[in-house]
């Protein structure tokens, strides 16, 4: 059984509410943090996208990542669903390839990404295919100007 189950198991009981798996990964994410780190971090609310009844079979993939022993790569996934043409994988991929910066992507962000790709694909597509124009106040290799010729 796995983490979904269980907590559809602990909904029906009174003893959970819906979003408890992705609750119990935050705890996990967040104890490994240090303190100067917590104190930086920030997480959104996804009652209205992840949690919400409506995007179920994200939210079951995201509990099959989430039962995925560590360390969690998204294309261990078995069959995974696409919204838009993109995997979760490849939603990963595009978010970490184009922003140096991003030390971390954790997995409730890209389901949540794989919802707005859903509801709105043709500005999410835009944000996945995104690239600054100037890393770091400096311009270089990894910089669109730098891609479209502005500098040797």
């Known amino acids: 059984m796995g983490s979904y189950e269980k907590e559809q198991e602990l909904i029906a009981e009174g003893k959970a509410q819906r979003g408890q798996t992705a609750l119990d990964y935050f705890a996990e994410l967040d104890a490994a943090l240090p303190e100067e780190a917590s104190r930086l971090s920030h997480r959104p609310d996804y009652s209205k996208t992840l949690f919400a009844p409506e995007n179920d079979d994200v939210y079951r993939e995201f509990c099959a990542y989430v039962d995925l022993s560590e360390p969690r790569f998204f294309d261990a996934i078995e069959n ?8 979760a994988a490849e939603i990963y991929f595009a978010m970490k390839s184009s922003n140096d910066r991003i030390i971390q992507i954790d997995g409730a962000a890209v389901y949540n990404m794989m919802i707005n790709l859903r509801n709105k694909p043709e500005i999410y597509n835009k944000v996945l295919k995104f690239r600054p124009t100037c890393y ?4 270089g290799a990894k910089d669109a100007a730098f891609d479209a010729g502005y500098y040797d």
């Not at 995974?80 to 995997?87: A, E, K, L, R, Y």
Request: charged residues 10%; hydrophobic residues 25%; aromatic residues 0%.
């Open 80 to 87: 995974p669903m696409q919204v838009d043409g993109h995997t």
């Open 136 to 139: 770091q106040a400096g311009c």
